[in-house]
């Protein structure tokens, strides 16, 4: 996603891996599937899950970098 320009954030492994706690959910990953689809491997039926949730928005990467506060970005 980082060669692509649209970098994950909260990424710990790239592009440069970061040492962390395993319990520190400070700044959890921000990566969410829309949807999810698939064919059950049992039944043989096309299932489809739809997420309503969505991802926080930070004033600027440059804040939450350096583990600013988590504030939306004015619209």
């Known amino acids: ?11 710990d492994f790239y592009p440069v891996l970061t040492e962390r706690p ?3 959910f400070t700044r959890p990953l ?8 698939f064919s059950d491997p049992i039944t ?3 299932r489809r899950f739809r997420s309503r949730a969505t991802l926080r928005a930070w004033i ?3 804040d939450w970098a350096r583990g600013g ?7």
């Open 69 to 75: 506060p988590a504030t939306p970005r004015a619209r």
């Open 22 to 24: 395993l319990d520190d």
């Open 1 to 11: 996603m980082s060669s692509l320009g649209v970098p994950i954030l909260a990424d």
């Open 44 to 46: 043989g039926e096309q």
């Open 30 to 37: 921000q990566l969410l599937a829309r949807a999810l689809e």
């Open 60 to 62: 600027a990467y440059s």
